[in-house]
C-alpha cells in the first residue's frame, strides 16, 4: 500500500541555493562597499566639471552638462602649476633614491649575517614610530642651520626618511621568500653575487618593488606638515597650494575639486602603469622558500 510521505527537497539542490545566496550576498557586501569608497570621487571629479554656481547648488544637480571651465581656470593659476611641477620631481626622485638605498639593505638584512640585525631593523623602524609633529621642530632647525630650508634637495631627503623603513621592511619579506637556491644556480653557471641579485633576485622581487614604490610615492605626494613647515616659496608642494582656494570670505569649490582632481591623477595614472605587478605584490606573491 503507497504511503502518502512528503518528499524532501535533495540535499544537493540546497546547497546549490546556499551557495548562490551567498555568492549573491558576497557581492551585494562589494557593490556596497565600493559605492561607498567610489562616492567620494565621484563627488570631487562631478564637482570640478560643474559651473561654478552648480557646483555648490543644493539639492546637487545629479544631471549636468560637464565643462571643463574649472581645469581652464587652473591651469592659468601659474603657482599651482609651479607647485605640481615640485612635486611632481621631488617625489619621483624620492621614490627613486629611497628604493637605490632601501632596496639593496633590504637584500643585505634578508641575505647576511648582519651583527645586531634586530636592533638595525628596530632602529631602521622607529624612525616611524614618533608623529611627525613631535620631529617636525628639530628637522626645521637642522634644516636651517644645513640650509636646506625651503629647497627641493632638502624635501627629498625629507620623503626619504619617511619611506626608508617601509621599503626595508617590506622588500626584506620578500626577499625572505625568495629561494637561496636561485642564486646558487646562477653562481654555478658563473655569475658573481651583484650579478645574481641583478638577474635573479631582483626580477623576483618585481611585485614587491611596484607595491612599495607606489606606497612610498603615494606617502610623499599626500604629505603636509613636513611641507608646511619647511618650505616657504621655492619648494612648495602641490598639497600645500590646494589651499589657496579656500579663503577666509569664500571657498572656489570648483577649482578646489578641479585641483584635488589633479592631485589624484598621478596617483592613479602610476597605479594603472604598474597594475600588472600591483595584485600579487600588495599580497607578497613571491616565490615562497621549500
Same mark, same amino acid.
Given at each position: 500500500m503507497a504511503t502518502n510521505e512528503p518528499? #524532501? =527537497?535533495s540535499r544537493r539542490f540546497s546547497q546549490t541555493t546556499r551557495e548562490r545566496l551567498a555568492s549573491v550576498g558576497r557581492h551585494a557586501v562589494l557593490l556596497t562597499w565600493s559605492f561607498v569608497v567610489l562616492f567620494p570621487l565621484y563627488w570631487i571629479v562631478s564637482m570640478s566639471l560643474k559651473p561654478p554656481r552648480e557646483a555648490i547648488s543644493l539639492p546637487p544637480d545629479w544631471i549636468f552638462l560637464p565643462t571643463v571651465y574649472n581645469y581652464m581656470q587652473l591651469a592659468q593659476e601659474s603657482s599651482f602649476i609651479a607647485a605640481f611641477a615640485n612635486s611632481l620631481v621631488m617625489v619621483t626622485a624620492s621614490v627613486i633614491i629611497v628604493l637605490l638605498i632601501g632596496v639593496p639593505a633590504a637584500y643585505v638584512l634578508s641575505r647576511y &649575517? /648582519? =651583527? #645586531? *640585525? %634586530? &636592533? +638595525?631593523? +628596530?632602529w631602521i623602524l622607529s624612525s616611524r614610530m614618533l608623529p611627525p609633529i613631535a620631529v617636525v621642530i628639530p628637522f626645521f632647525v637642522i634644516f636651517r642651520a644645513l640650509n636646506l630650508y625651503d629647497t627641493r634637495m632638502g624635501m627629498v631627503f625629507m620623503y626619504v626618511t619617511i619611506n626608508i623603513s617601509l621599503v626595508v621592511w617590506v622588500m626584506k619579506a620578500f626577499f &625572505?621568500? @625568495?629561494p637561496e637556491s636561485l642564486e646558487e644556480a646562477a653562481k654555478v653557471d658563473g655569475a658573481t653575487q651583484f650579478q645574481a641579485f641583478r638577474r635573479v633576485v631582483l626580477p623576483s622581487a618585481k611585485p614587491g618593488i611596484f607595491s612599495v614604490a607606489i606606497i612610498s610615492f603615494i606617502f610623499a605626494w599626500i604629505e603636509l606638515l613636513f611641507s608646511l613647515v619647511l618650505t616657504n616659496n621655492r619648494a612648495v608642494t602641490v598639497s600645500m597650494q /590646494?589651499? *589657496?582656494? @579656500?579663503?577666509? %570670505?569664500q571657498i572656489e569649490w570648483g577649482l578646489l575639486a578641479a585641483a584635488s582632481t589633479a592631485i589624484i591623477v598621478p596617483v592613479l595614472v602610476f597605479v594603472v602603469a604598474v597594475n600588472e605587478y600591483l595584485a600579487a605584490g600588495l599580497s607578497f606573491g613571491v616565490v615562497l622558500k621549500e
Amino acid at each position: 500500500m503507497a504511503t502518502n510521505e512528503p518528499t #524532501k =527537497p535533495s540535499r544537493r539542490f540546497s546547497q546549490t541555493t546556499r551557495e548562490r545566496l551567498a555568492s549573491v550576498g558576497r557581492h551585494a557586501v562589494l557593490l556596497t562597499w565600493s559605492f561607498v569608497v567610489l562616492f567620494p570621487l565621484y563627488w570631487i571629479v562631478s564637482m570640478s566639471l560643474k559651473p561654478p554656481r552648480e557646483a555648490i547648488s543644493l539639492p546637487p544637480d545629479w544631471i549636468f552638462l560637464p565643462t571643463v571651465y574649472n581645469y581652464m581656470q587652473l591651469a592659468q593659476e601659474s603657482s599651482f602649476i609651479a607647485a605640481f611641477a615640485n612635486s611632481l620631481v621631488m617625489v619621483t626622485a624620492s621614490v627613486i633614491i629611497v628604493l637605490l638605498i632601501g632596496v639593496p639593505a633590504a637584500y643585505v638584512l634578508s641575505r647576511y &649575517d /648582519v =651583527p #645586531k *640585525q %634586530r &636592533d +638595525v631593523l +628596530v632602529w631602521i623602524l622607529s624612525s616611524r614610530m614618533l608623529p611627525p609633529i613631535a620631529v617636525v621642530i628639530p628637522f626645521f632647525v637642522i634644516f636651517r642651520a644645513l640650509n636646506l630650508y625651503d629647497t627641493r634637495m632638502g624635501m627629498v631627503f625629507m620623503y626619504v626618511t619617511i619611506n626608508i623603513s617601509l621599503v626595508v621592511w617590506v622588500m626584506k619579506a620578500f626577499f &625572505d621568500g @625568495i629561494p637561496e637556491s636561485l642564486e646558487e644556480a646562477a653562481k654555478v653557471d658563473g655569475a658573481t653575487q651583484f650579478q645574481a641579485f641583478r638577474r635573479v633576485v631582483l626580477p623576483s622581487a618585481k611585485p614587491g618593488i611596484f607595491s612599495v614604490a607606489i606606497i612610498s610615492f603615494i606617502f610623499a605626494w599626500i604629505e603636509l606638515l613636513f611641507s608646511l613647515v619647511l618650505t616657504n616659496n621655492r619648494a612648495v608642494t602641490v598639497s600645500m597650494q /590646494v589651499y *589657496q582656494f @579656500i579663503g577666509v %570670505r569664500q571657498i572656489e569649490w570648483g577649482l578646489l575639486a578641479a585641483a584635488s582632481t589633479a592631485i589624484i591623477v598621478p596617483v592613479l595614472v602610476f597605479v594603472v602603469a604598474v597594475n600588472e605587478y600591483l595584485a600579487a605584490g600588495l599580497s607578497f606573491g613571491v616565490v615562497l622558500k621549500e
